[in-house]
Structures are given as structure tokens and as C-alpha cells.
């Protein structure tokens, strides 16, 4: 596998892995588990997963590869576009018996991957890593493997974004409890947000013209991009619009 592909790792993945670590056995160091998703050669797509029971010491790891097998097939009756892309430990790293358990993924997915979430927060952030199996030795000699790292990256649909969202808001609050906005309040807070993000354009854009700041290609396409995707119309043309789409999804204030 191409060390240059991008693995993409939805929300929905680190939610199910966090909590399998909240709920692991006491004497336990550590969770693995499998991950689902599609992959191509361009990187891989994780979608989901789900925890496998195992054991672990110093000296040996014995892994539940029955339950893993029974909950793939389970998982394959209701998202058979879902296939097994790898596996998910929590920690800061690969261990010394992380090639083992590589092995049996490898013998289910061509090219698995491996991501480690580290649930302790050592720097003060959940660290997210992802790596693949690369051979190293002399051709025709006794082979071996090393784990490589590769890029990852969180990907969210669009009723995750709204989720996150909710999420966020909790930060905030006494109770950690954040209830569903309406539909007003909603678009209230997406207009806020947009505006916010206008400024720090109009921002950038007047640093570059006065030199201040040195421009950057790829931005400037980007913005035009942008800007060329938006629909042509008068105020009044959009007010009538919006008015419209309030009536028609019943929005209340």
C-alpha cells in the first residue's frame, strides 16, 4: 500500500471507540477492535467499527477472533457496502504485539490499515494516528514488516456536522446537556457563523492587498470558486426566496 494515501475517519468511529474504552474491563490496558469502510487507492474511508475482546500480557495476546468474525457478518446483513479496512487500538502507539494482530486483519483485508486513538490525553488532546504495514529485508531472506505512518483525517457527513454541533454545545453548559434548536435558531446561528467567516476572508483578502501578508495560489482559487458558485440575485429575489422556504417547512419563531 501507497504510503502517501489518506485515511478518513468519521466521528462516528472515535465516538464508538471512546466508549469502548469508558466500558472496558477494569485490569485492561488497552481496547482493539475492527474497522469497517471502503477503501481504493487513492486512501481509505472508515464508516464505522466495533470492539473485540481480547486478552493481553507481557508475554502474549489472545484475541476473540469467533466474536469478530460473528459481528463482521452481523454487520455485513445490514451495510453490505461496509467491508473489514483494518483495525483500531487506543494508546499512544504500536506495541509489541501489534504485528500479530496485524497479521489476522491482514488475512482479511489486502491492505489493512491501523489507527490509534490515545483515550488517556497525555497532551491534553486525543491523539489520532493511522499507519500501514510495510515489508522490509533482503529479497530472498527472512522478512519482516514495520508500521509506517500515513496521513488521517476527521470526514463528516452532513448529519454528523449537525451532530458534532450539538455536541460542542455542551461544552458551555452547567449540566453538559444541550437541547435541539429550532429551526429558526438554527438559521440564526449558521447566518452568524457564515458572517464570521466572511470577516476573516474580507480579513485575509485586505492583508494580501496591502501587503502585508503574502498570498497563497491555492486560496485565491478557492475563492473564486466560491464565488463563481454563488447564484446571481437582487436582494429582493433572495428575500422572496427565503420567505418562501420559511412557509413551506413551517418555521416558527
Known sequence: MALNLTVKLHPVVLFQIIDSYERRNPDAQRVIGTLLG??????????????????????EVAVELDFAKDMYDLHRKVNPQESI??????G???TSHSALIHEYYSRESSNPVHITVDTTLQDT???????VSVPMGITGKTMGCMFAPVSVEIACYDPETV???????TKTSVKRQAGIASDLTQIVEASQQMENMLDTILTYVDDVMSGSKTAD???????LDMVHSVPKMTPDEFEEMLNSNRKSKGIQR
Open 125 to 131: 488532546r486525543m491523539g489520532i494516528k493511522a499507519y
Open 85 to 90: 479496512v483494518g483495525w483500531w487500538a487506543t
Open 163 to 169: 451532530g458534532l454541533n450539538a455536541c460542542q454545545k
Open 38 to 59: 471502503t477503501s481504493d487507492k487513492n486512501g481509505v474511508e472508515v464508516t464505522n467499527c466495533f470492539c473485540v475482546p481480547h486478552n493481553e500480557s507481557e508475554e
Open 217 to 223: 495560489n491555492t486560496f485565491g482559487r478557492s475563492l
Open 92 to 94: 499512544t502507539g504500536v
